[in-house]
């Protein structure tokens, strides 16, 4: 499993964490993006492309900081005093995901950390994260217009994507270049594989995939 945790850098321009979470909705989680605490917001996926997809989403803007924790994670429902259901996460992948958060609190310019069992694998994989963290960082507002509304894969798409913005297509075309869209989707599956090399070996998922009601919470 892949806990990311993401925490907000800059508490002076209020609550990012609605935007984040529309931007994370549509992930394939194990437990849904969520409010953890004031300021952070946390989510379980047992698929390595979707966390190094919620961590870039993250990193978007400069505005979180991001730990993901790989390990075996249990779940559990309980039910509070006021009646509230929530899961219960436990387990090694929720220790590594608070070593990991810690760490991107003190880190650099590029505050994504990964935490496992396997300290060089996990180093490894960090190190892909932190590259392309910085591609996204540094788009501008305009670029993201573009990119924004371009689908990986598909041909064809950047006329389509110039009438909606009312530019030309080669303003698009060097919107794309200039915002290493293609690179940064040619490596997002190295970084997955990477993330996936650091579970521990014969690893098998820690909890059955299940959703959450909205007035379910995480408590780890």
Same mark, same amino acid.
């Given at each position: /499993?892949?806990?990311?945790?993401?925490?907000? !850098?800059? !508490?002076?321009?209020?609550?990012?964490?609605?935007?984040?979470?529309?931007?994370?909705?549509?992930?394939? $989680?194990?437990?849904?993006?969520?409010?953890?605490?004031?300021?952070?917001?946390?989510?379980? $996926?047992?698929?390595?492309? @979707?966390?190094?997809?919620?961590?870039?989403?993250?990193?978007?803007? @400069?505005? &979180?900081?991001?730990?993901?924790?790989?390990?075996?994670?249990?779940?559990? $429902?309980? $039910?509070?005093?006021?009646?509230?259901?929530?899961?219960?996460?436990?387990?090694?992948?929720?220790? #590594?995901?608070?070593?990991?958060?810690?760490?991107?609190?003190?880190?650099?310019? =590029?505050?994504?950390?990964?935490?496992?069992?396997?300290?060089?694998?996990?180093?490894?994989?960090?190190? =892909?994260?932190?590259?392309?963290?910085?591609?996204?960082? #540094?788009?501008?507002?305009? @670029? &993201?217009?573009?990119?924004?509304?371009?689908?990986?894969?598909?041909?064809?798409?950047?006329?389509? =994507?110039?009438?909606?913005?009312?530019?030309?297509?080669?303003? =698009? *075309?060097?919107?794309?270049?200039?915002?290493?869209?293609?690179?940064?989707?040619?490596?997002?599956?190295?970084?997955?594989?990477?993330? @996936?090399?650091?579970?521990?070996?014969?690893?098998?998922?820690?909890?059955?995939? *299940?959703? /959450?009601?909205?007035?379910? *919470?995480?408590?780890?």
């Amino acid at each position: /499993m892949y806990v990311v945790s993401l925490d907000q !850098r800059h !508490r002076e321009a209020g609550d990012l964490a609605p935007a984040l979470l529309r931007r994370l909705g549509d992930l394939g $989680t194990v437990v849904p993006f969520q409010g953890a605490r004031a300021h952070a917001v946390q989510g379980i $996926t047992a698929d390595p492309a @979707e966390a190094v997809a919620a961590a870039l989403a993250g990193l978007r803007g @400069e505005a &979180w900081r991001v730990g993901i924790g790989v390990g075996p994670v249990g779940l559990e $429902t309980v $039910t509070g005093a006021d009646g509230r259901t929530g899961l219960r996460a436990d387990g090694p992948g929720t220790v #590594q995901a608070h070593h990991a958060a810690a760490a991107a609190a003190r880190s650099g310019r =590029v505050p994504v950390c990964v935490a496992a069992e396997d300290a060089a694998a996990a180093a490894r994989a960090q190190s =892909v994260l932190r590259l392309l963290g910085r591609i996204v960082a #540094q788009r501008t507002a305009a @670029e &993201w217009r573009v990119v924004d509304l371009l689908v990986p894969g598909a041909r064809g798409q950047q006329k389509v =994507v110039a009438g909606e913005l009312g530019i030309t297509p080669q303003a =698009v *075309s060097k919107a794309v270049a200039r915002a290493l869209w293609q690179e940064e989707w040619d490596a997002r599956p190295a970084a997955a594989r990477l993330l @996936e090399l650091c579970a521990p070996p014969g690893a098998g998922p820690g909890a059955q995939a *299940s959703t /959450m009601n909205p007035s379910e *919470s995480i408590h780890s």
